[in-house]
């Protein structure tokens, strides 16, 4: 089991910026990627970006078109966090991110939800 706990959501203004963190805990060992999705009331949750924490691939990135020039993701293994820094935002950033774990233990992966952390980007 891994435990996800978003931090850093709230109302900004449009053009500006925020910081949201997601601490991991439980068996974090087995983490293979993190990231974090979106879900805007009548939508459906969307990715953000990934990036891979272990591996040969490690720190390898992927983005949302949506968000490609504005958002960055990053990771400290050593602290089980990631980060995703959201510059430029737009009100149609508005959304609850949801930061997510991806596990593979024995050729089987496993999806990890954190509870959310609410984005309101203002006009």
């Known amino acids: 089991q891994v435990q996800l706990v978003e931090s850093g959501g709230g109302l900004v203004q449009a053009g500006g910026s925020l910081r949201l963190s997601c601490a991991a805990s439980g068996s974090a060992f087995g983490i293979n990627r993190m990231g974090w999705y979106r879900q805007a009331p009548g939508n459906q949750r969307e990715l953000v970006a990934t990036i891979t924490s272990a591996g040969s691939s490690e720190g390898t990135t992927n983005y949302a078109d949506s968000v490609k020039g504005r958002f960055t993701i990053s990771r400290d293994n050593a602290k089980n966090m990631v980060y995703l820094h959201m510059n430029s935002l737009k009100p149609e950033d508005t959304a609850v991110y949801y930061c997510?774990?991806?596990?593979?233990?024995?050729?089987?992966?496993?999806?990890?939800w954190g509870q959310g952390t609410q984005v309101t980007v203002s006009s």
């Open positions: 997510v774990a991806f596990v593979v233990v024995k050729m089987a992966q496993y999806t990890y």
